[in-house]
């Protein structure tokens, strides 16, 4: 059984692996629209404005309580069957959706990863930046942020490798990713323990790869603290 697994993994080689570099692509455009919008959001919910701090708390606890599969239907199959009534012939392309679903869950919960990476950093730098004569935002861009940045790293690493396996759903809009193309082989050979074992091996080597590459940017971001 592992022999033909790894035949077949071998035999459907490039096939697989353009899924899945189509799959890294998609998840790392998500994640840095994703960490755009959770930065804002994340600001948001420590805001002293009620409005803008309630605002940004719903969108996370909506996208964060919602299954995100039901979050690419709305935004798939949903949004243009309402935004067609006024723009007749409106439609929405499956990279689009993926994208745009997977970068606004992926924002809900990279603001909860800012809120707290935010909030870590002890008052006393925010008095100090006001007390040099910098604006509230100027404090945060120049002071706050960069630190509390250093400290969400392995959350938002671990993040990357969530929405790098949870953009398996996008399947189910038929953009053309690994999890598709897994499907697409197992209707054609009709071989499907291999096709998902080969499926799982490939989103193991990509997760490990990710890990990795988190853990080697904490090294160095602990070197330069240290220098």
């Not at 398996?168 to 323990?193: C, D, H, Q, W």
Request: hydrophobic residues 50%; glycine residues 8%.
């Amino acid at each position: 059984m592992i022999a033909s697994t790894l035949r077949f993994l071998w035999e459907n080689k490039m096939f697989l692996l353009a899924g899945a570099w189509t799959t890294v692509q998609l998840t790392a455009v998500s994640v840095a629209l994703g960490t755009v919008i959770g930065t804002v959001v994340g600001i948001g919910r420590i805001s002293k404005n009620k409005v803008i701090s309630l605002a940004a708390a719903a969108y996370a606890d909506f996208l964060r309580g919602t299954p995100l599969l039901v979050q690419i239907f709305l935004v798939h199959h949903g949004l243009p069957a309402v935004v067609s009534r006024y723009v007749p012939g409106f439609h929405i392309t499956p990279f689009i959706s993926a994208i745009t679903a997977l970068s606004i869950n992926s924002g809900a919960y990279v603001s909860e990863i800012v809120r707290a990476g935010i909030q870590s950093i002890d008052k006393g730098q925010m008095e100090a930046g006001r007390s040099l004569g910098m604006t509230y935002w100027q404090t945060m861009r120049h002071i706050i942020l960069p630190q509390a940045f250093r400290r969400v790293v392995p959350p938002l690493g671990n993040e990357f490798i969530a929405l790098l396996k949870d953009s398996s759903l996008v399947f189910a809009i038929g953009y053309n990713e690994l999890m598709t193309r897994g499907r697409l082989l197992m209707t054609k050979y009709f071989m499907f323990f291999e096709t998902w074992v080969a499926v799982a091996i490939i989103y193991l080597c990509m997760t490990m790869a990710v890990s990795r590459l988190v853990r080697f940017i904490e090294r160095r971001m602990a070197v330069d603290d240290q220098s």
